[in-house]
């Protein structure tokens, strides 16, 4: 059974502070990693693809892959209130099925 | 604006009821998901579909039943032999099963 593990927090971080969202999965072979943003009652929206080894930086996120030790993380710098949200884990392994973490609820204080 | 519609927002379904919620896409993408999230929980699949008239069951098929007979639509019923059907209902796109999802607003459904 393929497997993708979040802490399900919450996370609480103040104002301005970096924010540290960890993620691990199973399958060796994964090929595809993404991080997802979701809003209580809202559905999910991309915030970051990564898709080999290393650091890729989109504006104050950056998402990071070691597929080595088989785990993927998000960094927020200077986390604003609007952050606070639940941030999904998702791999592809190169089948049919991305396999969705249970998601890490951020809470950043202001 | 390309985007995935969701149809209902919210959907109130009677004990022995099916009802269909609706999936259309403007983003030429290939394939297409409906998801099931349940409170604190992450998104369980039901099932995909690769291409027109092609469809797989996902993880928790069961109780549920979709077509595909246009590339840009991709509806689920949610029958009565499904009996815990209250959730929230995420249909998804993507241009093929590598990358990444583009998802529609969710369709909210209770039992009543």
């Known amino acids: 059974q393929k497997e993708v593990e979040q802490n399900s927090g919450p996370l609480s971080v103040p104002e301005g502070a970096i924010a540290s969202l960890n993620c691990t999965y199973s399958?060796?072979?994964?090929?595809?990693f993404f991080w997802y943003r979701q809003y209580s009652g809202k559905s999910p929206e991309l915030i970051m693809s990564?898709?080999?080894?290393g650091d890729k930086e989109d504006g104050r996120f950056t998402a990071q892959l070691n597929k080595a030790s088989q785990y993927v993380s998000l960094l927020i710098r200077d986390s604003q209130p609007s952050d606070s949200a639940t941030y999904l884990c998702a791999v592809n392994s190169g089948g049919f099925k991305t396999i969705f973490g249970a998601g890490t609820r951020l809470f950043v204080k202001a | 604006d390309g985007g995935i519609t969701q149809s209902p927002k919210y959907l109130f379904r009677k004990e022995g009821q099916n009802v269909t919620l609706s999936c259309e896409q403007n983003?030429?993408?290939?394939?297409m998901y409906w998801y099931r999230q349940d409170p604190g929980q992450g998104l369980r699949l039901i099932y995909y579909s690769q291409i027109v008239n092609d469809f797989q069951k996902g993880d928790i098929a069961e109780g549920y039943s979709v077509s595909r007979e246009k590339k840009e639509s991709f509806p689920l019923t949610v029958t009565s032999a499904q009996k815990n059907p209250t959730a929230f209902y995420l249909c998804?796109?993507?241009?093929?099963?590598?990358?990444?999802?583009?998802f529609g607003s969710g369709t909210r459904l209770t039992v009543v």
């Open positions: 983003l030429n993408h290939d394939a």
């Open positions: 399958d060796r072979g994964s090929q595809s």
């Open positions: 998804a796109s993507s241009s093929d099963f590598f990358q990444s999802y583009t």
């Open positions: 990564i898709y080999s080894n």
